[in-house]
C-alpha cells in the first residue's frame, strides 16, 4: 500500500538553486520521515519531523509539516550535483514498524 | 559497524530455480524488513521480523518464503518466481530512537526472473 504522493515526480534544477519537494498523506501519524535514494541503491533516512513539530532544519535541509492539510515540504538549499538522488517521505502506521513510503520525487542538480 | 549488507548485489534465475538472498547486520537492531521496490516506484512493505519473529506479511506469495535464523541474519528463499517479480530487492534494520524506528537500508539485490 501507498500512503501518499508527492509532486513534482521529477525536478530538474540547477547547481546553486533551491529544490522543493511536496509530501501528501491520508492517516493521522506520530511523525513524517524523509529518506534519499541514490539510484539502484538503498535509502537513507535523512530527517524526522514529529506531528507536533510543523518546522525542522538539518544542515541545508528544511522540513516542514501541515498536519490540518496533511502534509510535507522537503527543501533542499544551495543544491550540488550529489544532491542528485530520489527522495521519498515515509509515515509510520500505529507505531507498528509499517513504514509506508510516498511515491518519490526524482531529483536531477544540473553542474 | 553502521552497515546493512546484501548479498548478492545481483541475481538472475529462471522461473524454476530456487535461490535465496541474504542479509546480514551487526548493529544489534530488533527489527529487521524485507521490501520490494520496482523500477521508479516506491519501496514496498513484504515482512517485518521483530525479536527474530515475523510480525507483518504484507499478503506476500508463498513463493517468497522469509526465515530469520538468528538477530544478525535475514534471508528470503525464492521458489518458482514469476518475470513480474523481477525488482530491487532491500532489506532494512531499525533501532527505537526516541518513540520511532529509525531504519537502515542494505544496498539492495537486483532481481532478474528470466
Known amino acids: 500500500s501507498q500512503q501518499g504522493e508527492e509532486d513534482p515526480q521529477a525536478l530538474s534544477i540547477q547547481e546553486g538553486e533551491n529544490a522543493t519537494m511536496n509530501c501528501s498523506y491520508k492517516?493521522?501519524?506520530?511523525?513524517l520521515q524523509w529518506y534519499r535514494q541514490n539510484s539502484g541503491r538503498g535509502l537513507v533516512h535523512l530527517i524526522l519531523i514529529r506531528s507536533n513539530e510543523r518546522e525542522k532544519h538539518s544542515g541545508r535541509l528544511r522540513v516542514t509539516l501541515d498536519t490540518s492539510k496533511k502534509s510535507s515540504s522537503l527543501l533542499i538549499t544551495a543544491s550540488r550535483a550529489a544532491d542528485t538522488a530520489s527522495y521519498f517521505c515515509a509515515t509510520e502506521e500505529d507505531s507498528s514498524y509499517k513504514l509506508i513510503f510516498g511515491s518519490g520525487t526524482r531529483l536531477l542538480v544540473r553542474p | 559497524d553502521t552497515e546493512v549488507t546484501q548479498t548478492p548485489k545481483h541475481l538472475v534465475m529462471g522461473m524454476t530455480n530456487k535461490k535465496s538472498l541474504k542479509c546480514e547486520q551487526h548493529m544489534g537492531h530488533r527489527a529487521m524488513y524485507w521490501y520490494k521496490q520496482k523500477a521508479k516506484k516506491p519501496p514496498e512493505l513484504m515482512f517485518v521480523?521483530?525479536?527474530?519473529?515475523?510480525?507483518i506479511n504484507e499478503s506476500v506469495p508463498s513463493r517468497f518464503s522469509p526465515e530469520c535464523p538468528n538477530s544478525s541474519l535475514l534471508n528470503l528463499h525464492l521458489h518458482a518466481l514469476q518475470p513480474e517479480d523481477s525488482a530491487l530487492y532491500l532489506c532494512?534494520?531499525?533501532?527505537?530512537?526516541?518513540?520511532?524506528?529509525?531504519?537502515?537500508f542494505g544496498s539492495g539485490t537486483q532481481l532478474s526472473v528470466l
Open positions: 492517516t493521522s501519524i506520530n511523525n
Open positions: 521480523y521483530s525479536y527474530e519473529k515475523l510480525s
Open positions: 532494512a534494520s531499525s533501532r527505537v530512537e526516541g518513540r520511532y524506528e529509525k531504519l537502515f
